[in-house]
């Protein structure tokens, strides 16, 4: 069960929208299943011609605003949609008002006994959901207290699974980005755009950071995608940026302005101060420099070298996931995964990678935008990023290596990382996070079942030409990832198992069950 939480200014066009027969004549049925009062005293009436007469139910819902002893709140209209899943059974009308009743006391707007709270009331013109309507202004004249009533939703939410026996969602942990708007879509799709602006930018900024050693590296890299970049400066240090905001060429506003999207409205780890966490080398100078950024080609051995150190990266983040119980370890790995990912999916140019990118990135996160300290294991995938970012994505764009070709094994690999992130994320009870993964993960299987041979049990040997690796270790700032035993032996996290060979992705490694 999901509650939508928004706000307004005017009740009579949302109770003309409630009682209307909808965008696709889906309203079947409208009526009040619970308010301040009983439903029937409040059910509006029709006029003459047989339309609904919703002037007497908009006056007794505005009232309390008249007599308010403080400035009214800027959006006085509270309008929340509670809608069950689609295999949930249907609800009676007395349920819903449950529902409903506990919503409001749950929010403070109406609590159980408190004769002198907001008015609201609840109308159900579908089986699956109801809307609730209040008017934030209670009746001794103070205005009520709105912090946090989304969370306070979701809790009611929560509490109608366990008592209904309905389909029971994950709590909110703060790890999904935020979703396109309804305009934003709708946008979309009359200009025939493949996705909302919001949704492109968020995949090119991620990409641009995990292909970055500093904020130089990465504001060249979104201009080099084609994303509009604009700068924020501190107003007490002159000439540090302390933020940044991005825009598609393509997008702009009524007035013909770009549509600046910050990093923080995209995702919650793509604000400047995050990404500044994550990337190896210091910025000179603190500011943005213009540089080209396409200006580096690798040969054929120098990206050889740099696909086949991503697949054994990817293949002993798998094995050290796994194994490692630290649990800043696997926070560490699962964020720098979606780095490789990402650039992956860059690299290709395939949109079903894409995807795979998308669904894969809440589970990359920690749960209230805490940041996973940097490992040396996540270093070793994020450095892996890098190296395929410069082998590709700042070469030549025409010559995109196809996933039957050498690329194959890595996607592979990325899918049993995957997998084991989700297992991880499952032992953790954070289920959106973990069905998040599997469906990444899936994602990428079925994508490389009809195209890519079986992987073969070993990974690929090193090219003879090691100055090749050694040289796109260099242009990606620090070093390829070390063997698994040197890793081990040198790492603060070391253990005293014995080292064994990274699994495939088709062997299953770790305790039996």
């Known amino acids: 069960m999901i509650g939508k939480v928004t706000r307004g200014q005017g009740v009579a066009r949302l109770l003309s929208y409630l009682y209307g027969p909808g965008r696709r004549n889906e309203h079947i049925d409208p009526h009040i299943v619970a308010g301040f009062r009983l439903p029937m005293a409040l059910e509006p009436g029709t006029d003459a011609r047989g339309d609904w007469d919703f002037r007497h139910l908009v006056g007794v819902l505005t009232s309390p605003l008249d007599t308010l002893r403080h400035t009214p709140l800027a959006l006085p209209?509270?309008?929340?949609?509670?809608?069950?899943?689609?295999?949930?059974?249907?609800?009676?009308?007395?349920?819903?008002?449950?529902?409903?009743?506990?919503?409001?006391?749950?929010?403070?707007?109406?609590?159980?006994?408190?004769?002198?709270?907001?008015?609201?009331?609840?109308?159900?013109?579908?089986?699956?959901?109801?809307?609730?309507?209040?008017?934030?202004?209670?009746?001794?004249?103070?205005n009520p207290n709105v912090h946090r009533d989304y969370y306070k939703v979701a809790d009611a939410c929560h509490l109608a699974e366990k008592g209904f026996d309905l389909t029971r969602t994950a709590p909110a942990d703060r790890t999904a980005a935020p979703r396109p708007t309804r305009a934003e879509t709708e946008l979309a799709h009359r200009q025939n755009w493949p996705e909302p602006p919001r949704t492109t930018l968020r995949r090119r900024v991620a990409t641009a950071a995990a292909g970055a050693e500093n904020e130089r590296d990465f504001f060249a890299a979104l201009e080099h995608a084609g994303v509009l970049v604009k700068v924020r400066h501190s107003a007490r240090t002159p000439g540090e940026i302390t933020g940044y905001a991005v825009a598609l060429p393509h997008h702009n506003n009524k007035q013909n302005q770009p549509v600046w999207f910050s990093g923080?409205?995209?995702?919650?780890?793509?604000?400047?101060?995050?990404?500044?966490?994550?990337?190896?080398?210091?910025?000179?100078?603190?500011?943005?420099?213009?540089?080209?950024?396409?200006?580096?080609?690798?040969?054929?051995?120098?990206?050889?070298?740099?696909?086949?150190?991503?697949?054994?990266?990817?293949?002993?983040?798998?094995?050290?996931?796994?194994?490692?119980?630290?649990?800043?370890?696997?926070?560490?790995?699962?964020?720098?995964?979606?780095?490789?990912?990402?650039?992956?999916?860059?690299?290709?140019?395939?949109?079903?990678?894409?995807?795979?990118?998308?669904?894969?990135?809440?589970?990359?996160?920690?749960?209230?935008?805490?940041?996973?300290?940097?490992?040396?294991?996540?270093?070793?995938?994020?450095?892996?990023?890098?190296?395929?970012?410069?082998?590709?994505?700042?070469?030549?764009?025409?010559?995109?290596?196809?996933?039957?070709?050498?690329?194959?094994?890595?996607?592979?690999?990325?899918?049993?990382?995957?997998?084991?992130?989700?297992?991880?994320?499952?032992l953790q009870q954070r289920a959106a996070q973990a069905a998040a993964a599997r469906k990444a993960a899936a994602q990428l299987s079925r994508l490389s079942r009809p195209t890519l041979r079986p992987p073969s049990p070993t990974l690929p040997p090193t090219p003879p030409n090691y100055t090749a690796e050694q040289n796109a270790a260099r242009l990606a700032g620090t070093g390829f990832p070390i063997p698994l035993s040197h890793q081990l032996a040198d790492s603060p996290y070391r253990i005293s198992a014995p080292t064994p060979t990274p699994p495939g992705p088709h062997r299953r490694c770790g305790p039996s069950r």
């Open 77 to 142: 209209i509270w309008q929340c949609s509670i809608r069950a899943a689609p295999a949930d059974r249907t609800l009676s009308d007395d349920e819903w008002a449950d529902i409903a009743e506990e919503v409001m006391h749950r929010t403070g707007f109406a609590p159980r006994g408190d004769d002198e709270a907001c008015r609201w009331i609840a109308v159900r013109h579908a089986d699956d959901h109801i809307h609730l309507v209040a008017v934030l202004a209670r009746e001794d004249g103070r």
């Open 264 to 426: 923080g409205k995209l995702a919650p780890n793509l604000t400047l101060p995050k990404l500044r966490k994550g990337w190896s080398a210091p910025q000179e100078g603190n500011r943005f420099d213009r540089r080209p950024f396409g200006g580096v080609e690798l040969t054929h051995e120098e990206r050889s070298a740099a696909y086949q150190q991503a697949a054994r990266a990817t293949a002993t983040a798998t094995w050290q996931m796994r194994h490692i119980q630290d649990p800043a370890v696997r926070a560490d790995v699962a964020a720098a995964t979606s780095d490789v990912l990402h650039v992956t999916a860059a690299l290709t140019g395939n949109r079903e990678l894409a995807r795979a990118a998308d669904f894969y990135v809440s589970a990359a996160r920690e749960p209230y935008g805490r940041q996973p300290p940097l490992t040396p294991y996540g270093t070793n995938l994020r450095t892996a990023a890098r190296a395929l970012a410069l082998s590709g994505i700042r070469g030549q764009r025409g010559n995109r290596p196809s996933l039957a070709g050498v690329l194959s094994h890595l996607v592979v690999q990325l899918a049993a990382l995957i997998e084991a992130i989700a297992e991880h994320r499952q």
